[in-house]
């Protein structure tokens, strides 16, 4: 149990933004040694974040994502890290029942069978891959527990899906310096991890990012785990600005001694020209 606890504490940094339920975060795999985490996660979204910041309503969306996430330490201080995703988006359909009328009534005016075809008004409608990256993660300090590392990836997505996800174009580079540490709270073990970033074309232009996440281990076999992640784009250029932060809670369980699963809600808390999405998760953890 104490090995799967480790395991907990070492993977813990998860993304999402962005597609990735479930990411390392400064630490790395020892050589020969990896790990495969299997996601599901749901959101939606009905309001957004304007200019200003205010919460107001928005058209709703909902989102699955399936994400599989692998990395493995190729040598010592040095992993590789690679994840594929599918994806199924439902945009809203308020003006459903308009642009049926329009149909029906086109037909009726040509002197056509009146026939409605499924799909006519429905909102935007996306199923297939979404985005994939791959890249690596090396080691660059490390005194005592704690660790100073940089990873930098290349994430690419299908012409379909780019639409639907935070992309300008279709391939962006992402580069991050990532701090972990230990800690300790009221007794109780656990550790911190911190990561600066930067992400190329994204909606509004090159990103910023920033993701912390804190993690105890209250009792054997189980990791309570609070993070943020944040995201700007300062050079928008003529595209608007903006600017998102979502929280996420979740709990890691182990299973065996090589099997742990998690569960967690994640939302939107403040933005900027933003949505404001909200939904749960779930993983499945797999170490060897």
Request: aromatic share 10%; charged share 20%; proline share 4%.
């Given at each position: 149990?104490r090995?799967?606890?480790?395991?907990?504490?070492i993977v813990?940094?998860?993304?999402?933004?962005?597609?990735?339920?479930?990411?390392?975060?400064?630490?790395?795999?020892?050589?020969?040694?990896?790990?495969?985490i299997?996601?599901?996660?749901?959101?939606?979204?009905?309001?957004?974040?304007?200019?200003?910041?205010?919460?107001?309503?928005?058209?709703?969306?909902?989102?699955?994502?399936?994400?599989a996430?692998?990395?493995?330490?190729?040598?010592?201080?040095l992993?590789?890290?690679?994840e594929?995703?599918?994806m199924r988006f439902r945009?809203?359909?308020e003006?459903?029942?308009?642009?049926?009328l329009?149909?029906?009534?086109a037909?009726?005016?040509?002197?056509a069978?009146?026939?409605?075809?499924?799909?006519?008004?429905?909102?935007p409608?996306?199923?297939g891959l979404?985005?994939?990256?791959?890249?690596?993660r090396?080691r660059?300090?490390?005194?005592?527990?704690?660790?100073?590392?940089?990873?930098?990836?290349?994430?690419?997505?299908?012409?379909?899906?780019?639409?639907?996800?935070?992309?300008?174009?279709?391939?962006q580079?992402?580069?991050?310096?990532?701090?972990?540490?230990p800690?300790?709270?009221?007794?109780?073990?656990?550790?911190?991890?911190?990561?600066l970033?930067?992400?190329?074309?994204?909606?509004?232009?090159?990103e910023?990012?920033?993701?912390?996440?804190?993690?105890?281990?209250?009792?054997e076999?189980?990791l309570?785990?609070?993070?943020?992640?944040?995201?700007l784009?300062?050079?928008?250029?003529?595209?608007p600005f903006?600017?998102?932060?979502?929280?996420?809670?979740?709990?890691?369980?182990d299973v065996?001694r090589?099997?742990?699963?998690?569960?967690?809600?994640?939302?939107?808390?403040?933005?900027?020209?933003?949505?404001?999405?909200?939904?749960l998760?779930g993983?499945?953890?797999?170490?060897?």
């Amino acid at each position: 149990m104490r090995s799967c606890a480790r395991f907990c504490c070492i993977v813990a940094a998860l993304s999402i933004h962005h597609t990735t339920a479930c990411r390392a975060g400064a630490f790395l795999q020892k050589p020969g040694e990896g790990m495969v985490i299997l996601s599901t996660s749901i959101a939606d979204a009905h309001k957004a974040y304007d200019a200003r910041g205010r919460l107001g309503s928005a058209p709703s969306y909902t989102k699955f994502e399936t994400q599989a996430y692998f990395e493995y330490g190729l040598a010592d201080g040095l992993t590789f890290v690679a994840e594929s995703n599918y994806m199924r988006f439902r945009g809203a359909d308020e003006q459903r029942p308009l642009e049926q009328l329009r149909y029906l009534t086109a037909e009726a005016l040509a002197g056509a069978p009146l026939y409605l075809p499924a799909g006519v008004g429905a909102g935007p409608r996306y199923e297939g891959l979404g985005a994939g990256w791959l890249g690596g993660r090396l080691r660059l300090l490390e005194w005592g527990a704690t660790i100073l590392s940089v990873q930098a990836s290349l994430r690419g997505a299908t012409p379909g899906a780019q639409i639907y996800l935070d992309m300008k174009r279709r391939l962006q580079e992402d580069a991050r310096l990532q701090l972990g540490w230990p800690v300790e709270l009221f007794g109780i073990s656990g550790f911190g991890e911190a990561q600066l970033g930067f992400r190329s074309a994204g909606r509004s232009g090159d990103e910023i990012r920033g993701e912390t996440t804190f993690g105890l281990r209250p009792m054997e076999g189980v990791l309570f785990l609070a993070q943020s992640f944040l995201a700007l784009s300062p050079w928008s250029g003529d595209a608007p600005f903006m600017a998102s932060q979502k929280l996420q809670l979740s709990a890691v369980c182990d299973v065996t001694r090589e099997v742990a699963l998690q569960l967690g809600v994640r939302a939107a808390v403040r933005g900027v020209n933003e949505s404001a999405e909200r939904g749960l998760l779930g993983a499945l953890w797999y170490r060897f």
